[in-house]
């Protein structure tokens, strides 16, 4: 399959397998919302007048109480859950080396090779995803050690929480740099059709010549889903489902899984940029 050249790979290449992507996310969510919805359901909390936003009013309390009073139930649904969970990951994993491999090749997806190519660069995609989750977790435990060693001042809270959030602040950094990198890896993996190890060399070269794009590239794709996410949570709150009208509900069902299409776009476009950016040596 012949490669694109770096100026054409564009994520509005590719409409048909973003829209797939984007069933695909919504049903596993259904698949593992349902069952959790359903036991809040029965609970009778949503019946009031307030509706669910009972559960998190006054500090949470009701929400509390479910998790007290229901708790059985809930850990034997997400236990349940967990099959589901491990396969939504994998096939989540699947659609970004398909998505990657869309938008680097020029031919037309109608055949079936492209599937074969994604399904061996799949473990090597399996492998940076799960060392970059281990190198995240580290940074996390160690973010908490340092925000925990900030001495607490009864005088000055204030201070105390500015310099928790100064000791938390460049480990969320370093988080979000393997992240990105991580990304980049995935993306020479694809474009360049190498093993892993080759693949994270390529990587390491384009961090090196764009320190900047490469390692931090995804935030405007991000802060775009953010500020939707922000948007939505504002009309939903404007909305207020526990008045009268069916609409309210459908409008605010139909917002949250354009957040979701969304969320897909974003990352196509930035799959994309990550392929520009190992594509140019």
């Given at each position: 399959?012949?490669?694109?050249?770096?100026?054409?790979?564009?994520?509005?290449?590719?409409?048909?397998v973003?829209l797939?992507?984007?069933?695909?996310?919504?049903?596993?969510?259904?698949?593992?919302?349902l069952p959790?919805?359903?036991?809040?359901?029965?609970?009778?909390?949503?019946?009031?007048?307030?509706?669910?936003?009972?559960?998190?009013?006054?500090?949470g309390?009701?929400?509390i109480?479910?998790l007290?009073?229901?708790?059985?139930?809930?850990?034997?649904?997400?236990?349940?859950?967990l099959?589901?969970?491990?396969?939504?990951?994998?096939?989540g994993?699947?659609?970004?080396?398909a998505?990657?491999?869309?938008?680097?090749?020029?031919?037309?997806?109608?055949s079936?090779?492209?599937?074969?190519?994604?399904?061996a660069?799949?473990?090597?995609?399996?492998?940076?995803?799960?060392?970059a989750?281990?190198v995240?977790?580290?940074?996390?435990?160690l973010?908490?050690?340092?925000?925990?060693?900030?001495?607490?001042?009864?005088?000055?809270?204030l201070a105390?929480t500015?310099?928790?959030?100064?000791?938390?602040?460049?480990?969320?950094?370093?988080?979000?740099?393997?992240?990105g990198?991580?990304?980049?890896?995935?993306?020479?993996?694809?474009?360049?059709d190498?093993?892993?190890?080759?693949?994270?060399?390529?990587?390491v070269?384009?961090?090196?010549?764009?320190?900047?794009?490469?390692?931090?590239?995804?935030?405007?794709?991000?802060?775009?889903?953010?500020?939707?996410?922000?948007?939505?949570?504002?009309?939903?709150?404007?909305?207020?489902?526990?008045?009268?009208?069916?609409?309210?509900?459908?409008?605010?069902?139909?917002?949250?899984?354009?957040?979701?299409?969304l969320?897909?776009?974003c990352?196509?476009?930035w799959?994309?940029?990550?392929?520009?950016?190992?594509?140019?040596?």
């Amino acid at each position: 399959m012949t490669p694109l050249g770096p100026s054409e790979i564009e994520a509005r290449r590719r409409p048909f397998v973003i829209l797939t992507i984007i069933g695909i996310r919504i049903a596993f969510g259904f698949c593992l919302s349902l069952p959790l919805a359903a036991l809040v359901a029965e609970s009778g909390v949503g019946l009031g007048e307030r509706g669910d936003r009972a559960l998190f009013e006054g500090g949470g309390y009701l929400l509390i109480e479910l998790l007290r009073v229901r708790g059985d139930a809930l850990v034997a649904a997400v236990r349940g859950l967990l099959p589901l969970l491990g396969v939504g990951l994998l096939v989540g994993s699947a659609c970004n080396v398909a998505l990657l491999i869309a938008l680097d090749v020029r031919e037309g997806l109608s055949s079936f090779t492209w599937v074969g190519r994604a399904w061996a660069r799949l473990p090597a995609q399996l492998v940076v995803g799960a060392g970059a989750a281990l190198v995240k977790v580290l940074l996390l435990l160690l973010a908490s050690i340092a925000v925990g060693a900030v001495p607490d001042s009864s005088t000055n809270p204030l201070a105390t929480t500015a310099a928790q959030v100064l000791s938390l602040l460049p480990f969320l950094v370093a988080v979000g740099a393997v992240g990105g990198f991580e990304d980049v890896a995935k993306a020479a993996l694809v474009r360049h059709d190498t093993q892993l190890g080759e693949g994270l060399r390529e990587a390491v070269g384009c961090a090196r010549r764009r320190p900047l794009r490469a390692p931090f590239g995804w935030v405007p794709y991000a802060g775009l889903w953010l500020l939707a996410m922000a948007g939505v949570s504002l009309v939903t709150e404007a909305l207020d489902v526990s008045r009268t009208g069916a609409w309210r509900v459908a409008a605010i069902f139909t917002l949250h899984q354009l957040v979701i299409a969304l969320g897909v776009v974003c990352r196509a476009a930035w799959f994309a940029r990550a392929l520009r950016l190992v594509a140019t040596r």
